[in-house]
């Protein structure tokens, strides 16, 4: 069983700063894929970013794809998400999620764990 807790959240003005932690309990968190979705309010769920368990592997979503970066410190049992250049549209709860195994996904029916999630709100 893996419990994730995601950190972080806040206001930004537009053009800022965040960046959202996500810390995993669960003695195989190495063997994770790590995952950061987004949930706007009237919105489906969408993928963000993901990392492999070695952090050789990183993928983006084509909306955030130089602005955000997707990091892990396997020694902390934590993944990160530094969010800079921050738009209006960036606006949504980020939720951390695990995807036991090495295969990267963006689907969100393939993470076997989620966290609760944190709110990201940039004003224009």
């Known amino acids: 069983q893996v419990q994730l807790v995601e950190s972080g959240g806040g206001l930004v003005q537009a053009g800022g700063s965040l960046r959202l932690s996500c810390a995993a309990s669960?003695?195989?968190?190495?063997?994770?894929?790590l995952g950061w979705f987004r949930q706007a309010p009237g919105k489906e769920r969408e993928f963000v970013a993901a990392i492999t368990w070695s952090g050789a592997n990183r993928y983006y979503a084509d909306s955030v794809k130089g602005r955000f970066t997707i990091s892990r410190d396997n020694t902390k049992n934590t993944v990160y998400l530094q969010m800079n250049s921050l738009k209006p549209e960036d606006t949504a709860v980020y939720l951390c999620?695990?995807?036991?195994?090495?295969?990267?996904?963006?689907?969100?029916?393939?993470?076997?764990?989620w966290g609760q999630g944190t709110q990201v709100t940039v004003s224009s």
């Open positions: 669960g003695p195989t968190f190495s063997s994770y894929v």
């Open positions: 999620a695990a995807r036991f195994g090495s295969v990267f996904s963006t689907k969100i029916s393939s993470y076997d764990y």
